[in-house]
């Protein structure tokens, strides 16, 4: 099975930075890696599919990139509604789907 | 626009049977180019994939869960469901019912594009 690893587990940061997320896979996935925003209470939103195309209606300070084993999110000027748990999820290995443990952003 | 609600018991005791509905709205459900899955939350821990099923009711299940799970389909009432047998303290979680699209442009890629707000199981005695 495909192991996903995130880091950092959390980060700090405040409105109006840039962050940024890796992912690594224990395998070469090429580039079929996703990425979601998880709020409590709310439902999960699918932020960028295939390593880097933004889903319809996502805002553009996000963005993704990457390839094989190594893959990042960016978040730039963040915004208030973006402090939330992040999850990259590889679909290479279809259709058993393995998420990350996840990223928390906190104010 | 698409719309998922999950529905079910949130209190189970262990060794009892977890059943949860998922109710989809603004879309058909019979689309090949659509599967509707089951994902949970463990609380302090990562999100992990339950199975899938397509409308005319093909399934794939986590092989870690697979000899105790079943997912069903019933396009003629929008929905899909989720049965967990012989639950433990283990399974209490946030469950999650979401559709997984397909998209091509060089390959075919997938993702979890509609989620539900999910629905909290615990199990205890």
């Known amino acids: 099975d495909i192991q996903m690893t995130q880091s950092p587990s959390s980060l700090s940061a405040s409105v109006g930075d840039t962050v940024t997320i890796t992912c690594r896979a224990s395998q070469s996935i090429s580039n079929f890696l996703n990425w979601y925003q998880v709020n409590p209470g709310k439902a999960p939103k699918l932020l960028i599919y295939a390593t880097s195309i933004l889903h319809s209606g996502v805002p553009s300070r996000f963005s993704g990139s990457g390839s094989g084993t190594e893959f990042v999110l960016t978040i730039t000027n963040l915004q208030p509604e973006d402090f939330a748990t992040y999850y990259c999820q590889e679909s290479y290995d279809t259709p058993l789907y393995t998420f990350g443990q996840g990223t928390k952003l906190e104010i | 626009q698409v719309q998922l609600q999950e529905s079910g018991p949130g209190l189970l005791k262990p060794s009892q049977t977890l059943s949860l509905t998922c109710i989809v709205s603004?879309?058909?459900?019979?689309?090949?180019?659509?599967?509707w899955s089951w994902i949970r939350h463990h609380p302090g821990k990562g999100l992990e994939w339950i199975g899938y099923?397509?409308?005319?009711?093909?399934?794939f299940y986590n092989p870690s869960l697979e000899s105790r799970v079943i997912i069903s389909v019933d396009t003629s009432k929008s929905q899909f469901s989720l049965k967990l047998s012989s639950v433990t303290a283990a399974d209490s979680a946030v469950y999650y019912c979401?559709?997984?699209?397909?998209?091509?442009?060089?390959?075919?890629?997938?993702?979890?594009?509609?989620w539900g707000q999910g629905t909290t199981v615990t199990v205890s005695s």
């Open positions: 603004g879309v058909s459900m019979s689309s090949d180019s659509y599967y």
């Open positions: 099923i397509n409308y005319s009711g093909s399934t």
């Open positions: 979401a559709r997984v699209i397909e998209v091509y442009t060089d390959y075919y890629y997938y993702a979890m594009d509609v």
